[in-house]
């Protein structure tokens, strides 16, 4: 079992960068494939991106394709969101999550993490 553990989240403003980690506090990612949900108030959870196990296939929302990409990084059992040019609407809870699956949906992922608030303002 992996315990997911977000960090990176912040207050940056509308155009800025952010990079999400998502390491775990026991066992290893390699064996499960991880994906990145948001959750704004008052809204689902939604899928933002999510990477294979190996990480030869990533896929991202269509709301965040061309601004999102999501890597992994075995040697440092680490999951990065790299998100670029972010606008109001990426305001949410930041969620890493593994599974045995690769998949774009909640119901896929066993472990949660507690995931990490982004704030874009200005």
């Known amino acids: 079992q992996v315990q997911p553990i977000e960090s990176g989240g912040g207050l940056v403003h509308p155009g800025g960068s952010l990079r999400l980690s998502c390491t775990t506090s026991?066992?290893?990612?390699?064996?499960?494939?991880v994906a990145w949900f948001r959750q704004a108030p008052g809204k689902e959870r939604e899928f933002d991106a999510a990477?294979?196990?190996?990480?030869?296939?990533?896929g991202v929302a269509d709301s965040a394709r061309d601004r999102f990409t999501i890597t992994r990084d075995e040697s440092a059992n680490t999951v990065f969101l790299r998100m670029t040019n972010l606008t109001p609407d990426d305001t949410a809870v930041y969620y890493c999550?593994?599974?045995?699956?690769?998949?774009?949906?909640?119901?896929?992922?066993?472990?949660w993490g507690q995931g990490t608030q982004v704030a874009v303002s200005s």
């Open positions: 990477i294979t196990q190996s990480g030869a296939i990533s």
């Open positions: 999550a593994a599974g045995r699956a690769y998949s774009r949906s909640r119901e896929s992922y066993t472990f």
């Open positions: 026991g066992g290893t990612f390699g064996v499960y494939a």
